[in-house]
């Protein structure tokens, strides 16, 4: 009788639990931040304004976040005006946030700079789920087109969170990152914001991250993302720092030269034990110039690539490699034999002059002894030739005396015939 009892009561509670629904969680609160505001510009470039850019990309993240179900979204500011970073966390906490996104875009001090990155706080569960979020974000900036700087993290001089609003957010155990979309000012990064319908699909992109990072639906849409698969990522036992030191190393060589185009394969091995390589630029006068920054290979120890050295040139190669951070290590210098090729242009003659000059006065190459040798074929084969016209018009020569010799001889001869006839003639008279 009480066994019975007890698989009523197993029967009701089973039906009872069973009508719950698994994810029956509060709605999500995300709050979107739109970068700088009022006084505050942000970036600037030609004739774009990064605070009139960060809001066209909430606005439209808002949009597409709403069409999910169970989420809730707040902008930090709806107009354009001043914020202090600790108004806009105070802002998130008092709407019971549970994720601050701080939208943001680029610009680098010498323009050469180009890329996505997220910055994401150092310090624990905030790292954690700062991280997560991170890298499903630059998945999709990656899917786009954009070069991934990386998800990274920054401190100051007093080992905070270098980045004020990431500093207050983790102060608050609110979790939060921040999105630098693109450079303004760098020609790789152009084709992705020049219009409003660019940043709007930012804004797409940003919410649809979010939307994966939660695992969200929307019947609207027809997603469904509750089986996505987010990066496991423990939780810091300290501070995540940044890695502070150059490249560890920076080895290169050359593999090959085209003498008839200036083409110079280069390979190049590169290393940070501390983080990752992100670019390199590349030099062939030995360093006084180098070249834009290059996208590194992603997870390559070595790479190859081929510069054009301009006729000419009497190339000193150099590479730079630079790490995730922005810090390079530079190459050791090969110099390579003059390189002229093409329609030679006057300069290209007299640079060619110059360095055969320099290499006859070391006299330790080889070309230089071809050189001359091929000149002494040139100059033979230019003197038979000139001894061979002489022969020809000597020849010429000879036999005209002789034709006149003989003419000379055949009137005499004529003369001397006529004058006997003419005295036979007068013997007969
Ligand atoms: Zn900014």
């Known amino acids: 009788m009480r066994r019975a009892a007890l698989y009523i009561l197993a029967g009701i509670m089973f039906f009872f639990f069973r009508s719950i629904p698994v994810h029956a969680e509060e709605p999500v609160i995300v709050v979107l931040d739109p970068g700088h505001g009022g006084e505050n510009l942000g970036a600037e470039y030609e004739q774009y304004t990064e605070k009139n850019m960060t809001m066209t990309v909430a606005e439209s993240m808002k949009e597409e976040l709403e069409k999910y179900e169970g989420v809730t979204v707040y902008l930090t500011r709806n107009e354009d005006k001043d914020m202090t970073l600790e108004e806009r966390v105070d802002f998130a906490k008092s709407v019971n946030a549970d994720f601050l996104f701080c939208l943001h875009f680029n610009m680098s001090e010498k323009h050469d700079l180009f890329g996505a990155e997220v910055w994401v706080s150092a310090f624990d569960n905030e790292y954690k789920k700062g991280y997560t979020f991170a890298s499903v974000e630059m998945d999709m900036l990656k899917g786009i087109g954009l070069y991934s700087r990386g998800i990274k993290t920054r401190l100051n001089d007093e080992g905070e969170d270098y980045y004020g609003i990431l500093r207050h957010a983790t102060a608050n155990d609110l979790p939060s990152a921040l999105i630098e979309h693109c450079h303004l000012d760098q020609a790789n990064d152009k084709e992705f914001y020049t219009s409003e319908e660019k940043l709007r699909q930012f804004g797409v992109l940003d919410a649809t991250a979010v939307a994966k990072y939660y695992g969200l639906k929307s019947e609207t849409l027809g997603v469904d993302y509750s089986d996505y698969q987010n990066v496991e990522i423990a939780v810091p036992t300290s501070a995540v720092k940044p890695d502070d030191t150059e490249p560890d190393i920076c080895i290169i060589d050359v593999k090959d030269v085209n003498e008839e185009n200036g083409d110079v394969s280069v390979s190049v091995s590169a ?159």
């Open 271 to 429: 290393q940070d034990y501390d983080s990752y390589m992100l670019y390199y630029s590349y030099s062939f006068d030995g360093g006084m110039t180098f070249s834009d920054l290059q996208r590194w290979k992603e997870g390559e120890d070595t790479i190859r690539f081929t510069m054009n050295v301009p006729s000419g040139t009497l190339p000193e190669v150099v590479v730079r490699a630079y790490n995730g951070f922005d810090k390079f290590t530079e190459s050791n210098h090969i110099h390579l034999s003059s390189l002229v090729y093409g329609e030679p242009t006057e300069e290209a003659v007299e640079a060619s002059n110059m360095t055969k000059g320099n290499v006859i006065e070391q006299g330790s190459s080889d070309t230089s002894i071809e050189a001359s040798e091929g000149q002494k074929n040139h100059q033979s084969k230019k003197e038979q030739k000139e001894e061979n016209q002489i022969t020809i018009i000597y020849f010429l020569q000879v036999t005209l005396i002789c034709i006149a010799i003989l003419f000379v001889l055949l009137v005499f001869a004529m003369i001397l015939s006529s004058s006997r006839s003419k005295k036979k003639r007068g013997r007969r008279k």
